[in-house]
């Protein structure tokens, strides 16, 4: 399942489940969606949920931060999960100054 389809599941359950939002049409355009999700999930009160709703919004949060992650050592996600370099070329400037004391030039996979 892709990351628009996870989020228009998520979108959809949470309209679902509050009947006096469920007139709102889902928007088309990525960055809408993601504002719509937020805001359902900052007014959605604390009550029980099913377990696929609970295991579609954990791949989409996972997949949402590995994708930041890469997005700030410069790296983007190529089709198929594999990744490639964003200006095409390798520049160690990254160092890593974390508690693991990698090899100085290291990417560090360490959350700081």
């Keep these: ?12 359950v949470l309209l679902k489940e509050q009947p006096q939002y469920s007139k709102i049409e889902i928007p088309s355009s990525e960055a809408a969606q993601k504002i719509l999700l937020r805001s359902l999930l900052n007014i959605r009160m604390p009550l029980p949920l099913n ?3 609970l295991t579609v919004q954990d791949a989409y949060l996972q997949e949402a931060i590995r994708q930041k992650a890469l997005q700030a050592f410069g790296f983007r996600a190529a089709s198929k ?3 490639s370099l964003a200006r095409g070329y390798y520049h160690p400037a990254v160092r890593c100054d974390c508690k693991c004391r990698q090899q100085p030039n290291a990417l560090c ?4």
Excluded at 1 to 12: D, G, H, P, S, V
Aim: charged share 25%; proline share 0%.
């Design 1 to 12: 399942m892709t990351q628009t389809k996870r989020r228009t599941y998520l979108i959809a």
């Design 109 to 112: 996979a360490v959350h700081r």
């Design 81 to 83: 999960g594999a990744v």
């Design 51 to 53: 377990d696929a709703f």
